[in-house]
């Protein structure tokens, strides 16, 4: 099991930008894919980008044009750029990643959007 640790959260205007960073510890494989989810008080848990290994990336529809994915020069990080953020993307940022069949979460990070 690997432990997946965010950071980058805060509070930020509407139109503005956050970085999230999202770091594992406990491995020396390189993991395949590594996504971004989001949930919103009251509401499910949504996908919100994966990039993999290899520099493949995919979004939600609701962030795409405005939200970059990437990995990061140390293996096993994955950044999350946001930018033109809206109230909308008000919610707890969750970095995971499935390794050898177990499904890893990090604690989240808190992003609020004001208006």
């Known amino acids: 099991q690997v432990r997946l640790v965010e950071s980058g959260g805060g509070l930020v205007q509407a139109g503005g930008s956050l970085r999230l960073s999202c770091a594992a510890f406990?491995?020396?494989?390189?993991?395949?894919?590594m996504h971004w989810y989001r949930q919103a008080p009251g509401k499910q848990r949504e996908l919100v980008a994966t990039?993999?290994?290899?520099?493949?990336?995919n979004y939600a529809d609701s962030v795409k044009g405005r939200f970059t994915v990437s990995r990061g020069p140390a293996k096993n990080t994955v950044y999350l750029q946001m930018n033109s953020l809206k109230p909308e993307d008000t919610a707890v940022y969750y970095c995971?990643?499935?390794?050898?069949?177990?499904?890893?979460w990090g604690r989240g990070t808190q992003v609020t959007v004001s208006s």
């Open positions: 406990g491995t020396n494989f390189v993991i395949a894919a």
């Open positions: 995971n990643a499935v390794f050898f069949g177990v499904d890893n």
């Open positions: 990039v993999t290994s290899g520099g493949s990336t």
